[in-house]
């Protein structure tokens, strides 16, 4: 699970694509920004002589609006408020560095004018304390960590909030959960305590505990997937750091970790093992490998009951050269398979980097994956009174390309280049719907559809009986992106900088799609680019 106190904040969530999108009538176009302007920001950080630190963001962004033409009449509509980030980190050493204290606090107000924006958060803050003490000589540490969040706003939002995919409070089987579509503001807590002992001897071993409450969210201005969750996690760790017979280290790592929500109802545990192996000329290879047993998902249904899903068998394999040499390879590889072959995934990853001068660095990374899940979620329908939960089987294929080049001119002076084509297409079949999701047996978890396409929907009729008709869009898709970045970056004194910053996206999204992979990547030529050039200015002081 992510740090608590590190995903506090996400510096994405500034300038972030716009949140609404206007409903369009058949006569209307609508030219809709890409991200939202950020009209300023300011950062300040430093350290004292005395072990005292901070560091203060703050950032203030505009409203943001679309341009709607309507037979040639324009219009205006406001698709994000103006909205004010704020951060403040402290942190304070003591005993030479031996116990720090540190705490934070953020906070996101959108000044929200119109009722169709309703369905954002208009104030949400949230703060946190965390402390690190380690003794004998660094050898044993204890951490702690305590946060906790306050949101509200329109009740449009606070259902919102209750019915996202971090907690789905209306889940008919979780009854520690308590939706409330009346609520004005959404509170709670998370936070962790690990002991171990690290950093000297062959062994080392941490125990820990780390929870959040199910109205716990951080994601105005941080980052969080998962709430309404209880996890305890032990890890053993043994490290060997000098030459043994060809190695020149190794370890190996076992972690076991078990899951609960907050009615203490148990979801999931799981076991990994890891192993690294350096050898005396640098090269080095990784492999780990984890098992799932059949666990309790409650968010596979999207707000409904909880469903027992197979166990997972996932292994991965990790080889490099020698990063020091002027060409450097490296392959990833990883493989996920299901129990009752439910599900299987599979990818590759070769890179390579060549350095032909100290002052010019290239690298090139390829990656390809196949996926099959034959419990991918499409859709909840409703069929009279009756909801219907709807699966399908996925047939998943993605390839990406990554280009870097890095060339110091100067000490002072360097330009950084980065560009990535990526493709995805999904293809849908064996469409199911769930019967029973905690049966004990696999295959009693549900029933099969036999569903007809009709146009760009399937249509369902269980039974032969007009009163059990139901439709749903066919999931299919083709999805593509080009983005790339060009730096140019002048330090202009010591620790102060300037940077000149080209950016490029091109995306496209068909659904129901029907293009293959290499399609998929040179029809994004074909794609009007959206470009953002922009200057940032650091300078660096001493307090």
């Known amino acids: ?68 033409d309507s037979l040639g009449k324009r219009k205006r509509a406001i698709v994000e408020p103006l909205t004010n980030y704020a951060l403040v980190r402290v942190q304070q050493d003591y005993k030479q560095g031996n116990t720090v204290l540190g705490g934070i606090f953020t906070s996101t107000n959108r000044f929200i004018k119109i009722p169709a924006l309703n369905f954002m958060n208009r104030n949400a803050y949230t703060g946190g304390i965390d402390l690190l003490h380690q003794w004998h000589d660094k050898e044993y540490y204890v951490e ?126 799981s076991v990994n093992l890891g192993i690294y192996l350096e050898f005396l000329n640098k090269w080095a290879f990784n492999v780990s490998t984890g098992y799932t047993p059949q666990s309790l998902d409650t968010r596979i249904l999207r707000g409904g009951s909880a469903m027992l899903v197979p166990s997972l068998l996932n292994q991965s394999v ?21 129990g009752h072959n439910s599900a299987r995934y599979y990818s590759i990853q070769p890179g390579i980097k060549y350095v032909p001068v100290s002052t010019l660095k290239l690298s090139a990374s390829f990656n390809y994956s196949n996926s099959r899940n034959d419990l991918q979620y499409i859709t909840t329908a409703t069929s009279g009174s009756a909801v219907r939960y709807v699966l399908g089987k996925i047939e998943q294929r993605t390839m990406a390309v990554t280009l870097r080049v890095d060339y110091n001119i100067t ?104 293009l293959s992979l290499s399609n998929g990547i040179s029809s994004l030529g074909d794609v009007f680019p959206n470009n953002i050039f922009l200057i940032k200015f650091n300078y660096w002081f001493s307090i």
């Not at 706003?153 to 409330?180: C, K, V, W």
Request: proline share 4%; aromatic share 14%.
């Open 318 to 338: 990790y080889m490099r050269t020698d990063p020091s040499r002027r060409l450097f390879f490296e392959l990833n590889s990883e493989l996920n398979l299901s």
């Open 144 to 269: 702690a960590k305590l946060v906790g969040s306050h949101i509200s706003g329109n009740s449009e939002a606070m259902i919102g909030l209750q019915q996202s995919s971090a907690r789905y409070y209306q889940r008919p089987d979780a009854s520690h959960l308590h939706y409330d579509s009346t609520a004005g503001m959404l509170s709670g807590s998370g936070g962790s305590i690990k002991i171990g002992k690290g950093s000297k001897g062959l062994l080392r071993y941490s125990t820990e505990c780390t929870w959040r409450s199910p109205g716990f969210d951080l994601n105005d201005m941080g980052y969080m997937q998962m709430a309404d969750v209880i996890k305890q996690k032990n890890s053993a760790y043994y490290f060997v750091n000098k030459p043994v017979s060809i190695f020149r280290t190794y370890n190996a790592t076992l972690s076991e970790t078990n899951n609960w929500d907050f009615g203490l109802r148990y979801l999931s545990s």
């Open 411 to 514: 000490p002072e002076v360097s330009v950084q280049y980065y560009g990535s084509p990526f493709a995805t297409v999904g293809k849908y079949s064996d469409f199911k719907r769930v019967s029973d999701p905690r049966a004990r047996k696999y295959y009693n978890r549900f029933v099969q559809l036999n569903p007809t396409l009709n146009g760009s929907s399937y249509e369902v009729l269980e039974n032969g009986n007009a009163s059990d008709k139901f439709e749903f869009m066919n999931p299919d898709f083709d999805f593509g992106q080009f983005r790339s970045n060009l730096v140019f970056r002048w330090e202009y004194r010591a620790g102060s900088q300037v940077n000149f910053v080209w950016s490029q996206d091109r995306t496209t999204y068909v659904q129901p799609g029907g």
């Open 1 to 68: 699970m992510i740090s608590i106190i590190s995903s506090l904040f996400y510096s994405r969530r500034i300038g972030h694509v716009a949140s609404f999108y206007p409903t369009l009538n058949d006569n209307e176009f609508i030219k809709y920004p890409d991200n939202t302007t950020i009209l300023g920001a300011a950062k300040m950080s430093g350290k004292t002589a005395g072990g005292f630190s901070i560091g203060v963001l703050q950032s203030l962004t505009a409203n943001e609006y679309a341009s709607i």
